[in-house]
């Protein structure tokens, strides 16, 4: 408004000083008529310069306005009450909503992963619907200094197994990464490096956990290197220092009592294949858990993605190790605290998805998760499986609709085994 009141002021001076010489030009006075005529002139002038200074003070206000906006969108504005950032934020996630049918109870309707023994439990069937699986994160990019870029991620989403539809906010990611070219250094909570692939089930934090998806999310500090054998094959190092996540017995928490972090590393070869680009890993995770005495965590994995064609393509994971409970493998076990040993487990998954058309995509999966019998007790469960088949249909941009078919079938030592047929049905909207 000050800028605008000084422009008028200026215009206003200059139009009266160069007007002002033509009043008294000559020496002579004016008649009254000739200053009635001149004042005439000069108030239509004026008139007409008011015009002018208005139609530029509105010019300069949607100048104003656009300036604004783009601010607000770099994170630049300096609007009192408005979120700002310093950098780029970019807001994502989705919307869903699961509507399922369960056979026979399972350990929790809203994201099943196993199927209770007969045993204890009936025949009894379950309906569920939930928005828990929902997700909301931020995207930050940061600085670019020489070849160094910061990037960093915080995600949440509401699983929340206390409650039916008042869910609380968990965190899954919050990290920051500086990237060079060649390497990256990474600090926060992410994915493990060890089966970092996933599935692509509607069960969205059933995830084929506990039968034969290993991997989850925890603080860590993680090194990345990439070396380029050529223009079309390059190999990826990794290797990270991780949070020991354990179990509570008591007043102890076997992770952090170990007081030793997880080791994990994964190399990663990518070439061409089939016209594509395709990945094979092998990976491998050390750490310890104590209670009464000292207990490895340990596991070696293979993890792949091979696209077949432009439509088709394979993926999936394989690893064998012990006390994996910690990484929700092991059907969930990871201790037999009868023993004090840690139970041997060995499982996979693969999956096959196929993309025909652009609004279409189909998915077949089949994972498996088996402890050693020798390590558990009557009731443990020692061998967990589960085959899911789902179709996905985009209904407009960004809102899909998706059906899903799957069988668990869990079995137990010393007991009836647990079975369960599910049918899923979501609504998801993408921003």
Same mark, same amino acid.
């Given at each position: 408004?000050?800028?605008?009141?000084?422009?008028?002021?200026?215009?206003?001076?200059?139009?009266?000083?160069?007007?002002?010489?033509?009043?008294?030009?000559?020496?002579?006075?004016?008649?009254?008529?000739?200053?009635?005529?001149?004042?005439?002139?000069?108030?239509?002038?004026?008139?007409?310069?008011? &015009?002018?200074?208005?139609?530029?003070?509105?010019?300069?206000?949607?100048?104003?306005?656009?300036?604004?906006?783009?601010?607000? $969108?770099?994170?630049?504005?300096?609007?009192?009450?408005?979120?700002?950032?310093?950098?780029?934020?970019?807001?994502?996630?989705?919307?869903?909503?699961?509507?399922?049918?369960?056979?026979?109870?399972?350990?929790?309707?809203?994201?099943?992963?196993?199927?209770?023994?007969?045993?204890?439990?009936?025949?009894?069937?379950?309906?569920?619907?939930?928005?828990?699986?929902?997700?909301?994160?931020?995207?930050?990019?940061?600085?670019?200094?020489?070849?160094?870029?910061?990037?960093?991620?915080?995600?949440?989403?509401?699983?929340?197994?206390?409650?039916?539809?008042?869910?609380?906010? @968990?965190?899954?990611?919050?990290?920051?990464?500086?990237?060079?070219?060649?390497?990256?250094?990474?600090?926060?909570?992410?994915?493990?490096?060890?089966?970092?692939?996933?599935?692509?089930?509607?069960?969205?934090? #059933?995830?084929?956990?506990?039968?034969?998806?290993?991997?989850?999310?925890?603080?860590?500090?993680?090194?990345?290197?990439?070396?380029?054998?050529?223009?079309?094959?390059?190999?990826?190092?990794?290797?990270?220092?991780?949070?020991?996540?354990?179990?509570?017995?008591?007043?102890?928490? $076997?992770?952090?009592?170990?007081?030793?972090?997880?080791?994990? #590393? @994964?190399?990663?070869?990518?070439?061409?294949?089939?016209?594509?680009?395709?990945?094979?890993?092998?990976?491998?995770?050390?750490?310890?858990?104590?209670?009464?005495?000292?207990?490895?965590?340990?596991?070696?994995?293979?993890?792949?993605?091979?696209?077949?064609?432009? $439509?088709?393509?394979?993926?999936?994971?394989?690893?064998?190790?012990?006390?994996?409970?910690?990484?929700?493998?092991?059907?969930?076990?990871?201790?037999? &605290?009868?023993?004090? @040993?840690?139970?041997?487990?060995?499982?996979?998954? #693969?999956?096959? &998805?196929?993309?025909?058309?652009?609004?279409?995509?189909?998915?077949?999966?089949?994972?498996?998760?088996?402890?050693?019998?020798?390590?558990?007790? &009557?009731?443990?469960?020692? @061998?967990?499986?589960?085959?899911?088949?789902?179709?996905?249909?985009?209904?407009?941009?960004?809102?899909?609709?998706?059906?899903?078919?799957?069988?668990?079938?869990?079995?137990?030592?010393?007991?009836?085994?647990?079975?369960?047929?599910?049918?899923?049905?979501?609504?998801?909207?993408?921003?």
């Amino acid at each position: 408004m000050f800028k605008r009141t000084i422009f008028t002021a200026i215009l206003i001076s200059l139009f009266m000083i160069n007007s002002t010489p033509c009043v008294f030009a000559g020496g002579n006075e004016p008649s009254r008529e000739e200053l009635v005529n001149r004042i005439s002139s000069l108030e239509e002038e004026l008139a007409q310069l008011k &015009t002018l200074v208005n139609r530029v003070a509105g010019e300069q206000t949607k100048v104003e306005q656009k300036i604004d906006n783009i601010n607000v $969108t770099n994170g630049t504005s300096t609007t009192e009450n408005a979120i700002t950032s310093k950098h780029k934020v970019k807001l994502y996630g989705f919307l869903k909503l699961d509507a399922s049918s369960d056979s026979f109870k399972t350990n929790n309707p809203d994201a099943p992963k196993y199927a209770l023994s007969k045993t204890s439990n009936g025949n009894e069937k379950e309906f569920a619907m939930t928005a828990m699986n929902s997700r909301l994160g931020l995207k930050y990019y940061g600085p670019e200094e020489l070849d160094a870029k910061v990037y960093g991620n915080l995600e949440l989403d509401f699983y929340d197994t206390a409650s039916d539809n008042s869910q609380k906010p @968990r965190m899954r990611h919050a990290f920051f990464e500086l990237q060079y070219p060649k390497w990256s250094l990474l600090a926060g909570q992410t994915w493990d490096i060890f089966g970092p692939l996933g599935p692509n089930t509607l069960n969205t934090n #059933g995830y084929l956990w506990y039968s034969g998806n290993i991997g989850f999310r925890r603080p860590q500090i993680r090194l990345t290197k990439v070396s380029e054998v050529n223009d079309q094959k390059k190999v990826t190092s990794q290797l990270s220092i991780n949070r020991n996540i354990g179990s509570n017995l008591g007043s102890v928490n $076997t992770g952090e009592d170990s007081n030793h972090p997880m080791i994990e #590393g @994964r190399v990663a070869y990518a070439f061409p294949l089939f016209g594509k680009t395709s990945t094979v890993a092998i990976a491998g995770l050390w750490g310890r858990e104590k209670s009464s005495t000292k207990i490895s965590v340990w596991a070696g994995g293979l993890d792949f993605v091979v696209p077949l064609t432009s $439509t088709l393509s394979v993926k999936g994971e394989f690893f064998r190790g012990a006390n994996l409970d910690g990484l929700l493998a092991g059907i969930g076990q990871g201790v037999n &605290t009868t023993t004090n @040993r840690g139970i041997d487990s060995i499982g996979g998954w #693969g999956q096959v &998805t196929c993309k025909p058309w652009d609004k279409y995509a189909f998915n077949l999966g089949y994972g498996t998760d088996k402890d050693d019998k020798d390590d558990l007790n &009557t009731g443990d469960r020692h @061998r967990n499986s589960t085959v899911f088949a789902n179709i996905n249909y985009a209904i407009i941009k960004d809102v899909k609709l998706g059906l899903e078919y799957s069988y668990t079938e869990t079995k137990y030592l010393n007991q009836k085994d647990g079975e369960n047929n599910r049918i899923t049905t979501s609504l998801i909207y993408s921003f």
